[in-house]
Structures are given as structure tokens and as C-alpha cells.
């Protein structure tokens, strides 16, 4: 699927975000350690995010405000205000819009680039990285981090193991050269690979990222089989593709937009169809295209229409019929069944000149966010295997793995409600 041609995709992370954002609103904190607590006025509020300053005292998110407390006794405490916070993540994201259209958020301080047909406009890709730090710093005050690669999973690794730990913010990881840096980095350093899961490859002899790169799939799928039970092997797929860079995701905008009503296809043949080969061909052709892009935006329908226009043009016939399915669905079979079966009870026989299919009736497709697999059904059986290595393993061991086509419709919600208030 897609073209071969090598993108380039950052994911620029905000440092200490909702801490910078505050900072920036109170100058006079500029110099002092302070943290955004959920309840500051009980000491056991939790911290939401706590400044370069403040973790320089050990104090970190996620922790009790007491215990902060008493690493840090002046610790300045503001109460979180998520939509000023939410205010300025839309800030950061039209300044990504002003270098790329292609920009997906992935959390409230977490967004996607791909910049593949603006970087040379910018020079190399770092100084197109170095140009967005200097306009977020000028415009919002916070300190952003970019790690660059030709996938979203590794521009996610490359900044958050090395752009995330340089001075410069900046970290470009070709997929050619993992071998060099990412391969390098214990295991739990990947994405979706928690303490848990840790646990459990240290047990296989997999101790970096590297070593899991290097099992072959087959095996990985077997060891993982034996240890979790027959689903595990697409979890093992996942996992392996990962450490290997293998990641053709894209990078989806807008997904907090206006909602389409439908979407559909229309077309002009070449020439006359007549044969039900020539139509089934033409049918699915336009669902594989519908369906495609209804899986890129995140859509399901459950109302499919089809449409045909009959030569001569002088005197076309044609209709355009509707029927509604038992479920909401972006599956290419589905759609295509429906469509066909449509389009043969109502077609009188004569030649078609132009033919449209469209699914409308679209709801958000909340269940299918695992885009790293275009096929549903292997996305329903990733669900499933990773829903029971959650329900065995606890969550934290593959919650992020889970989300790892990094979809938008998660990270809208987090950015809706801020993450931390669920
Ligand atoms: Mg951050």
C-alpha cells in the first residue's frame, strides 16, 4: 500500500506542558520549581506536571503532592486549567498547519508532522525542526522536542529516547541506522512495551530493542503463543514490526473537524460497461477507494448508495438506490456486497458510463483505531489478543501498543477532556 518513497515524519512532544503553559502566564514563576496538581489543596492531589525545575528536586508526575512536598517545600502549586491548556495545543497545532496540512495530534502536547513535500522548502529536516521550536517558544513560551524519522513509530521512539535527552530537542533517526541507536536501548524503551511485558521478554532472553528486532518473526510468534495463549502471534506481529521500524500508519488531519456527511465516488468510464465482470470491477474499485479513505478519517457508515448514469447521454437513464446495513462499517467486503447487490436489482441492462458508490449515515470509528493494519478483520483479531494480554497482564503492559497506529479519535478525546479527568 502507498508509494515507496521514504517520508518524513516528525512527532514534536511539548516539554512539562501544562507546567510551561503556566509559566508562561506567570512570569514571576519563571526561576521557581512548580508543578499543575489536580487538587492543590490536598496534599494527596496528584501531580499533572511539574517543571524542568521542580524535577531537578526529584519531584515527578504522577506522584502524590505531599511526597513532592517534602523533596521540594517551596514548590509553587497551580490548579490545572485544561481549556487554556487545550487553547494553546490548537495554537501549537496551526503553527505545525503553517509548515505541513498533514499534522495529527496524538495527545494534548503530542502532535504528528509528516513534512515529506514542505521539508525542502525548509532546508534539512533539523532546520525545519530548529524553525518550529523558535516560533512555539516565540508564541506560547513552552520548549518543544522533535524526533524525526520516516515513521510515526519512530519519530514517537526517536523522541522520546533521544530528542527528549539532548540539549537541542532535536533527534534524527533514519530507519536505516536503528541498528546504531534505537536497537541499542533496553526493551522497555519501545513503544507499547511496559514493565510487565519487560518482565516477560527479559524471561525469553530479550533484554533490548534490538534483540526483539532480531528474533525471527516465527519464533517471537511462538515463544509469545506459548506464553500467552494462541492470540498472541499478532501481538508478536506488532511488536516485531516495531522494533523494526515497519510502520506504514499515516499521519491523519484533522480529525477534530467538522464531521463529513459522506463519503463517495463517482466516476466516468472510459467507455461503455456492459458486462457484470466490467461493473463488479468498477463496483469494487470505487468501494476499495470510499472504504480506504472512510478508514483514514476515521468514519463508518451504515447507509451505502449506489449510482449509475446509462448511455446514450441524449437520453441517459440511471438511478441511484440506498440501503441501510444491519451495522455501521468501513470493511471493503461489506460495503462492496451491498453495493453490488443494489446495483443489480435496479440496473436495467444498458450501458454504464459513470457509476458512484458513497457511504453515509457516518459515525466515529472508535473501535477500529489500530490503523497499523489496514484489514478489519486483523485489526478485530489485534483487539482481541491485545484485550486479553490487557485483561491477564494489567493494561499498563500494552495500553500505548494498543493505540499504536496512533489514531486521531483517541487522541481528540484526551485532548477534549484533557487526559487526566476521566
Ligand atoms: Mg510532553
Redesign the pocket.
Known amino acids: 500500500m502507498g508509494s515507496k518513497q521514504q517520508r518524513v515524519i516528525f512527532l514534536a ?5 501544562y507546567a510551561s503553559v503556566e509559566k508562561a502566564a506567570h512570569p514571576e514563576y519563571k526561576d521557581k520549581p512548580l508543578v499543575v496538581a489536580g487538587d492543590p489543596a490536598r496534599r494527596s492531589g496528584i501531580i499533572l506536571a511539574a517543571c524542568p525545575i521542580a524535577k531537578d528536586y526529584g519531584v515527578t508526575t504522577a506522584e502524590r503532592l505531599g511526597e513532592s512536598l517534602s523533596k521540594c517545600p517551596e514548590l509553587i502549586i497551580v490548579k490545572p486549567r485544561m481549556q487554556m491548556y487545550i487553547d494553546v495545543s490548537l495554537r501549537i497545532t496551526e503553527i505545525y498547519e503553517s509548515f505541513t496540512d498533514l499534522v495529527e495530534p496524538f495527545s494534548i ?2 502532535q504528528f508532522l509528516d513534512v515529506t513535500n514542505s521539508v525542502g522548502m525548509f532546508g534539512s529536516p533539523t532546520e525545519m525542526a530548529k524553525q518550529i521550536q523558535t516560533q512555539i517558544k516565540l508564541a506560547t513560551g513552552v520548549f518543544s522536542r522533535v524526533g524525526i524519522s520516516s515513521t510515526k513509530m519512530l519519530a514517537k521512539m526517536a523522541c522520546d529516547n533521544f530528542a527528549k535527552k539532548n540539549a537541542e530537542g532535536i533527534y534524527m533517526m533514519p530507519k536505516e541506522t536503528i541498528s546504531e541507536d534505537l536497537w541499542k536501548q533496553p526493551i522497555e524503551k519501545m513503544f507499547g512495551v511496559g514493565s510487565r511485558m519487560k518482565k516477560h521478554f527479559f524471561q525469553l532472553g530479550i533484554h533490548s530493542i534490538g534483540d526483539l528486532a532480531q528474533t525471527p518473526l516465527p519464533r517471537l510468534r511462538s515463544l509469545l503463543k506459548a506464553k500467552f495463549g494462541k492470540n498472541a502471534d499478532i501481538h508478536a506481529d506488532l511488536l516485531w514490526q516495531t522494533a523494526n521500524g515497519i510502520d506504514d500508519s499515516r499521519v491523519t488531519p484533522s480529525t477534530h473537524r467538522v464531521a463529513p456527511k459522506s463519503i463517495g465516488h463517482m466516476m466516468t468510464l472510459p467507455r461503455d460497461y456492459v458486462t457484470g465482470e466490467e461493473i463488479d470491477t468498477i463496483l469494487l474499485e470505487l468501494t476499495e477507494e470510499i472504504c480506504r479513505d472512510a478508514r483514514r478519517k476515521r468514519y463508518m457508515g451504515s447507509t451505502v448508495t449506489v449510482g449509475c448514469m446509462c448511455s446514450p447521454f441524449d437520453a441517459p437513464t440511471g438511478f441511484s438506490r440506498q440501503m441501510t446495513m444491519p451495522d455501521p462499517t468501513n470493511n471493503t467486503d461489506t460495503v462492496y456486497k451491498a453495493a453490488r447487490s443494489l446495483f443489480y436489482r435496479f440496473w436495467d441492462g444498458m450501458p454504464v458510463r459513470r457509476a458512484g458508490v458513497t457511504i453515509s449515515g457516518l459515525v466515529k470509528d472508535e473501535e477500529y483505531q489500530l490503523t497499523m493494519f489496514d484489514n478489519q478483520e486483523r485489526q478485530r483479531a489485534l483487539e482481541k489478543a491485545t484485550d486479553y494480554i490487557k485483561d491477564r497482564f494489567g493494561s499498563a503492559a500494552i495500553i500505548r501498543a494498543s493505540s499504536a497506529g496512533i489514531a486521531g479519535q483517541a487522541q481528540h478525546r484526551s485532548l477534549k477532556i484533557g487526559g487526566h479527568y476521566k
Not at 512532544?13 to 506542558?17: A, G, M, P, R, T
Open positions: 512532544d511539548c516539554q512539562s506542558f502536547d503530542e
